[in-house]
Each structure stands twice: as structure tokens, then as C-alpha cells.
């Protein structure tokens, strides 16, 4: 359900940072929106040297921004705690400081939204909308 993708610059990230930042935003998104840790999903890319600019000058520091697409309904106090919460635990997986870090979250009706061959349910209701799938598929997501 929701959808993070992380795009860095000036930085090379490991199979193990991948997977640390990935647990921590799904960790993150789960804690603070109680949602099951299996509607998140987290997507990595990198800039190419030279192709990230801030205010119009070439950025050589490194930088990390997360975008994330999020059904709508949830308080700012949430997604606040959320997006702090992220803050913190990337900064200090890739040991830069939060200034280097910038996190932007979009919400998006669920109306909006297909996951597994669904419109996704509202906030709240994804115990029921997690009955309609298939054995098959609830056995293969992680817990």
C-alpha cells in the first residue's frame, strides 16, 4: 500500500544499508499507522554523478530522498512521527546527518490505489480487505 522509493546521490549503499533502510521505513510505516508490515514496499535508485542539482548548482554532497505515496486518512501528528521516525534511522544507518536526508510523503485516496489485484481498503479497515486474497498469496507475504 504504501510506496517509498529511495533515491540517493553522491552515495553507494550496500545490500545491507538497502536492507536496513528498507526494515526501518517498513518498521516505521507499521508502528506509526498500524498497518501490516506487509502492504509496504520500498524501491532504490541512485543519481548518476552529475545529474543532482540543489538551487540549481551541482550537489556533491551526499543526499537521500524518500518519496512516499500513502493512502489518505491518517493525521499529520501520524505522518510526522512517521517521517521522523524514518529521519533518524537513515541518517544514522548511513551515518550522515538528518540535514542530508529529505523525506516527502504524498497521500493518495485509496480509491486510487490497486495492490494485489484490489482497490486498497481505507485506514483501518485491512484486516477485512486482507480476508478477500488467496491463501496462496497471505502464506507468501512476509508477517
Known sequence: MPTYTVTVANLSLSPQQKAQIAEAITAAHSAQTGAPRFFA???????????????????TAPQVYVHGLVREGRSIAIKQALMSQMLEEIAQILNITAEDVWIYLQDMPATQMIEFGRFLPAPGDEAEWEKGMTQGKRDSLPN
Do not use: I, K, M, T
Request: hydrophobic share 40%.
Open 41 to 59: 514496499q520500498v524501491l532504490f535508485s541512485a543519481a548518476n554523478e552529475g545529474d543532482h542539482f540543489v538551487g540549481g548548482r551541482l550537489n
